[in-house]
């Protein structure tokens, strides 16, 4: 089979991360293998993000550039997966004549067929969600892997709506997998080396809880825990509402399941989570980082932060800050509300200016940096388990991971890859620690 190039560009989270990984490995079979250079595309396809406006612009920039592209090289196919996709679908085809497959979020199974149209010249969108019957097609699983580390996709979509969030109307409602087979999945990257598994879906911890017949999210994390080459999960997004007590037990006698927790609180004020719809309020919030503390005393927590949500005032958005006191978070994504066409706080008046929002952003990326910094430094003569993930920058080095996920480079031949070793941590910078093997 002639070998061509296939030049994949990912936007936003790791839901997409993780498609374009299955994209990767689904059009091998039909000889395409990738390549870092949009110029040597025979193939380019951009898997989209559509949870902020700004990423969405990115998308139709690139989009309208690549029409010098296609008149110079005529054979070279374009193509549009994920969000923006799913959202704009026949849309885009229309728009840009230059593009030949648009391909929606539960769409991704049919992607092979899409492209050989393509080469025969046929231009096709596919958007169409899926019915909770044909789940399975959702989630073609990667073979051949090569990584220690894998991400392995438990559910997708989400029944929250939250007033900001696209995400529900782009990825349709919460569909779990099926767990025999997410065990499967499991063992099968096991077997190829895969040491550590990252559960992945939109909304993790709400596995199982919508009548399909699944057992509990907890349940699955206690099930991955007994794949004896397995020796650490971890799991991303939760929802504060659906961090169960049973869940929050495993985190206490599950030494595999890493001490490290994405917990997305968005505001610390309670009328400003209202108007969010998060389904919470701070102190239940702040109960569930004390429970987690109770049971992982040196549990790490990261989260995300919406600023300038519309009539943010000054006094609630310091509950935000002290929030962050209280929490004291490893890492926060943090960002300026920006309002998404076709949710309902796009409906709200949004009455703050730009320079408030972006002088709150400022402040707030302040107070994490110091505590960023904080826990950075404590790390220093500490000793710590590394996985052992690939080769760092620096000739000599691998790096890995602790158990909170903070990266760690240190002096070290190719074959600690996939070992789990202890390390004595020396140096703590912004975002990675310097460690010596023990
Ligand atoms: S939980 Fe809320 S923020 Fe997260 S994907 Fe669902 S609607 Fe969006």
């Not at 004896?228 to 169960?244: C, L, Q």
Request: some cysteine.
């Amino acid at each position: 089979m002639q070998s061509k190039n296939l030049y994949i560009a990912t936007f936003g989270c790791q839901m997409n991360v993780n498609d374009s990984e299955r994209i990767v490995t689904m059009l091998q079979e039909l000889g395409y293998r990738t390549t870092e250079h949009l110029r040597e595309g025979d193939l380019v396809l951009f898997n989209t993000c559509t949870v902020r406006g700004g990423a969405e612009d990115k998308v139709h920039q690139h989009l309208a550039n690549l029409k010098s592209l296609k008149k110079k090289r005529p054979g070279t196919l374009i193509g549009i997966a994920g969000c923006v996709a799913q959202q704009e679908g026949d849309r885009l085809l229309a728009d840009y004549p230059w593009l030949d497959l648009v391909v929606g979020t539960h769409n991704l199974h049919l992607l092979p067929e899409m492209v050989r149209e393509a080469e025969a010249g046929r231009r096709r969108s596919e958007t169409d969600f899926l019915e909770n019957d044909t789940r399975l097609d959702l989630f073609p699983a990667i073979a051949g892997y090569r990584k220690v580390s894998a991400f392995v996709t438990v559910m997708q979509g989400c029944d929250n709506f939250c007033s900001y969030c696209i995400v529900p109307y782009v990825r349709g409602r919460e569909i779990s997998r099926r767990f025999d087979e997410i065990l499967r999945e499991v063992r099968e990257l096991a077997s190829q080396g895969v040491r550590e598994v990252v559960l992945l879906g939109q909304n993790v911890n709400s596995y199982g809880m919508k009548g399909e017949g699944e057992p509990p999210f907890s349940e699955l994390v206690r099930e991955v825990a007994r794949v004896p080459e397995v020796a650490r999960i971890r799991f991303v997004t939760s929802h504060p509402k659906d961090m169960s007590p049973e869940l929050i037990a495993c985190f206490g006698d599950i030494p595999k399941l890493c001490g490290a927790l994405h917990l997305p609180a968005q505001s610390g004020n309670n009328r400003i989570l209202a108007a969010m719809n998060r389904g919470y309020s701070r102190e239940r919030y702040l109960e569930t980082v004390r429970a987690l503390r109770a049971v992982r005393p040196d549990i790490k927590f990261t989260g995300d932060m919406i600023v300038g949500f519309p009539a943010e005032t000054e006094a609630e958005f310091e509950e935000t800050l002290s929030l962050m006191e209280e929490v004291r978070y490893f890492d926060l994504f943090s960002f300026v509300y920006s309002p998404r066409p076709g949710t309902k706080a796009a409906e709200l008046a949004d009455d703050l200016s730009k320079e408030v929002k972006l002088e709150r952003l400022d402040r707030l990326q302040k107070l994490q940096s110091i505590h960023s910094r904080v826990h950075n430094e404590s790390y220093t003569g500490t000793i710590q388990q590394v996985l052992v993930e690939g080769p760092a920058k620096r000739e000599g080095q691998v790096m890995g991971r602790c158990d909170s996920g903070r990266i760690v480079n240190l002096a070290g031949s190719p074959e600690l890859i996939g070992c789990l070793v202890n390390v004595r941590i020396v140096e703590g910078y912004a975002n990675s620690l310097l460690g010596e093997l023990l």
